[in-house]
């Protein structure tokens, strides 16, 4: 069955009976609005949008993967906060063609990832359009901490990263090569695996800065170089690139610091903390922060030559 | 100059620098996500997405006109659960040859929409498209009352409406058929007037539910029946047609009945109050609720014969 004969409430019907609701819903869809626990008396609310062909394929991933992948995108940007995700609000467009089952596999996966942090739908809106599109919007509670921002990072600071790094990037040359393995690089690409509760924890460890690495980490980096007026050097000999990465990245004749410096879409985290921080085991320390003239994230003290990052427009 | 030819950062530099900040925003757009107050310990929030084509056109409406629907539609749900709007999230989906200048202006409507409120634009997110879309998200704060639902109007009960009905649709009739004028119908289409402060003060005098009417009058109010488990009869002869609406239906061979109970976008609210409640002035009752073993919307005790609403999949 298609979207198009369900109708808009017919499908809203169907896709919010698939939804859990979690604790901090006290008024989940089918008002005009929802309500959700704010305890903390500030809520952290953030939005991204994914878009057929551009951010996803639906010959490469599958319905339930987008799902997780929308949800994700939105989760690690509360996460980056040091804030707990809370609720998600979904605005779908679909082209009236497209299977029911289509969408309810969509809201599966984002149910299923909000669940890995607590927080759950609460909300959203269904309208048709010729070109698949999936805007979501996540809130979270801070707890009573101050905000994680990108402005904080100071000198002195140690650069750490917590979360895999180029393995969507990866998933993805792999997959625009025609190919469909190695399966661990492909799946990071359908389904990232998001470190949700080492936000919060960075928050607790004193982080000065924080942010999600959805664009590639030296762009992603840069703008907390520029917010925080500083220099952030990594060091190229903290990167071990696993083995199936290196091998692939042979196989296909690619540089694989190119996906470790340039790719999205895991959705790290990456965070400053003041020199002398104990860091959890889970944290990887990739570099420090200097004072500097001119804002710039630098390897090895040299400028990285290649490409940076992604723009959702130049791309 | 083409948002392709500015990129994704300069066209959300451009549109940034273009929104205020309202008293609730703590942090606003420019971080990985934003920082709203939220007092009350919860957090009211609601979506609404309009599509290109679908829920606009751009050869009928302005982009500033376009925004200030766009947020006019979000605010208002917020209004409906009887709290005051605090942020709106914009999420755009944009063709990479749309005019910057377009998107600008798009930004100062929703900005001036919301400022209505005291609410103001603390986040977002831009992406190429084919389609061009705008999502957005409301948030809001109910200041300690509880919120109105749609599941609470009670036998008895008096319903009463705030705002205009049936001007927009006349508008969209009078644009569909190639005619300007009259301007007040329009307008009315391309930018609604919603009476924001009336939510809360619906709260306030005890409304038992409340409902944005944006589908149309009768399927929005089926809503309320529904959910409340009730029969609500309306009173044809409460609703006087404004001149401007009875000539131009007359001229077009319309029956103007059919935009006041079936035309949507107007965003009037209609609520449910106890027998007795002091209404004020800008409040019109059009009905009253009664029990009933299938919920349904009457008027003067009978079925509706024609249209009652709008399916955004099947319009």
Known sequence: ???????????????????????????????????????????????????????????????????????AANLADIAAMGAAPTAL????????????????????GI?????????????GDISASPTLTVAVTALGDLCGRAPVQRSGATAGDVVALVGRLGYA???????????????????????????????????????????????GLLADLNHVAVASGVIIDLRREAFVIPDQMRDVASALGVDPYTWIFAGGDDHALV??????????????????????????????????VGPTGWDHFRA
Chains 1, 2 share one sequence.
């Open 271 to 304: 965070a400053t903390f003041p020199p002398g921080t104990p860091m959890p085991p889970q944290w990887l320390v990739i570099g420090r922060v200097h004072a500097g003239d001119s804002p710039a994230v630098t390897i090895d003290q040299q400028p990285y």
């Open 111 to 123: 149910a299923a990832e909000a669940a890995l942090t607590g927080a759950s739908v609460v909300g």
């Open 89 to 108: 609000l979904v605005a779908l467009c679909v082209p009236p063609d497209l299977a029911v089952s289509w969408v309810e596999e969509l809201a599966d």
């Open 1 to 71: 069955m298609t979207v198009g004969a369900t109708g808009e409430f017919g499908l809203i019907a169907r896709v919010t009976a698939r939804l859990g609701s979690g604790p901090t819903c006290q008024l989940g869809p089918g008002d005009d609005a929802a309500v959700v626990s704010a305890l903390d008396t500030r809520v952290v609310a953030g939005t991204d949008v994914l878009v057929d062909g551009r951010h996803f394929r639906r010959d490469w991933s599958r319905a339930v993967d987008v799902g997780h992948r929308a949800a």
């Open 169 to 215: 990037s990866a998933g993805y040359t792999v997959l625009s090569r025609g190919f469909r393995s190695p399966k661990v690089l492909v799946d990071a690409y359908r389904r990232p695996r998001v470190p949700y509760a080492a936000g919060p924890d960075a928050a607790l460890l004193g982080a000065t800065s924080m942010i999600d690495i959805s664009d």
